[in-house]
């Protein structure tokens, strides 16, 4: 495949660095994006995906779709010879894996506030 059919893409994380840039073809989807961005993501950071489903993609303010390729998703202005386009990652962990460790924190916690109203 010829140089320039490749796209060159970043990805700014939420503290403001940057993971990239790296080239990928107009075919590799979204969720291909994802996985390489866990495998490539910075040790040294508090917040690290566990899985690529726990990664939300956006570009140009859109959350972007695990089956649209990279073609899809480009942004009519970034059609600029030699640009790198960035793209935002936020990351939110599998809510599923949480909630059944604060519930057993509540029923294990030995003191509970309670609060009552009377309107009289």
């Known amino acids: 495949m010829p140089e320039e059919d490749l796209i060159e893409l970043k990805f700014r994380l939420y503290d403001g ?11 590799a989807t979204v969720a291909m994006l994802k996985e ?13 995906p566990k899985a690529a489903s726990d990664i939300k993609l956006i570009n140009a303010g859109k959350i972007l779709e ?3 390729t990279v073609a899809q998703c480009k942004a009519p202005f970034d059609d600029l010879p030699k640009s790198v386009i960035t793209m935002h990652v936020v990351v939110q962990p599998s809510p599923t894996k949480t909630k059944p460790e604060k519930k057993i924190e509540e029923e294990e916690s030995p003191q509970r506030s ?4 009377t309107i009289m």
């Open 17 to 27: 660095s940057d993971v990239g840039p790296f080239q990928y073809s107009p075919t």
């Open 36 to 48: 390489r961005l866990v495998s490539e993501w910075p040790k040294d950071k508090k917040v690290v």
């Open 66 to 68: 695990n089956g649209k």
């Open 114 to 117: 309670f609060c009552s109203c």
